[in-house]
């Protein structure tokens, strides 16, 4: 069964808007984390934020931040003021604390986005 | 400044050809994973391995094998190369095994089994 899930193959924006990334995840372990990465054109995969199962308080990364609603077992990523250098493919990935594939990351499809002018 | 660098960074094979692609980290991680991103299925988990002499099969690991002799690599061989196994391939390090921990990614390599 797919852990991660993000459901929007492709997103749209217009420059300096607002835009949430969807990412829901299944795990039954009480311990793990969500990550998001960001993979521009040029190939290259860039970490952006990092939310705990137990953090209290949503994470926030300079324009980026987490959306972590623990019930629903989402974790959306919202970009602010977008920028067309934000243009590039998303992942959200997830480690769980007592997966049998140890520390790896288990990763969505990802979501395509496109920043406009 | 530490690194992890992949080669080569494109690559072109024939079907049946044993085929490896290096992996070099300078972070001095004990955890090192390869990856495979393929258009519709995001990156799935190929191997990885948590120290000298440690490996372990990930997601998809029929025809893919590691061997990890020291800390800094782990170079990833495709036995026998089929059309199936083109793709991108990411290699990455990690410092330790806490939950908090991302991963560092190489540059990648394409290949392409013809």
């Known amino acids: 069964a797919q852990k991660i899930t993000q459901t929007q193959p492709g997103m749209f924006v217009q420059e300096k808007e607002a835009v949430t990334l969807d990412c829901t995840y299944d795990t039954s372990d009480p311990s793990y984390g969500l990550f998001w990465y960001k993979q521009p054109s040029s190939g290259e995969m860039i970490f952006l934020i990092y939310?705990?199962?137990?953090?209290?308080q949503n994470a926030t990364e300079g324009r980026y931040s987490l959306n972590f609603q623990k019930a629903r077992k989402s974790a959306n990523l919202v970009i602010s003021a977008s920028q067309l250098g934000d243009s590039a493919m998303y992942f959200c990935?997830?480690?769980?604390?007592?997966?049998?594939?140890?520390?790896?990351?288990?990763f969505g499809k990802g979501t395509s986005l496109l920043v406009t002018p | 400044d530490a690194e992890i660098t992949q080669s080569p960074r494109h690559k072109i094979t024939e079907t049946g050809r044993q085929v490896t692609l290096a992996c070099h980290q300078t972070?001095?991680?004990?955890?090192m994973f390869w990856y495979r991103q393929d258009l519709g299925h995001g990156l799935r988990l190929i191997h990885y391995?948590?120290?000298?002499?440690?490996?372990n099969k990930g997601e998809v690991s029929d025809g893919y094998s590691v061997s990890r002799s020291n800390t800094e690599d782990l170079p990833l061989t495709l036995e026998s190369a089929a059309s199936s196994q083109t793709s991108v391939y990411f290699c990455?390090?990690?410092?330790?095994?806490?939950?908090?921990?991302?991963?560092?990614f190489g540059s990648g390599t394409q290949l392409s089994v013809l």
């Open positions: 391995s948590y120290g000298v002499q440690d490996t």
């Open positions: 990455a390090s990690s410092e330790s095994t806490g939950e908090e921990e991302k991963l560092f």
């Open positions: 939310q705990g199962s137990y953090d209290q």
């Open positions: 990935a997830m480690r769980e604390g007592l997966s049998n594939s140890g520390y790896a990351l288990n």
């Open positions: 972070w001095n991680h004990n955890n």
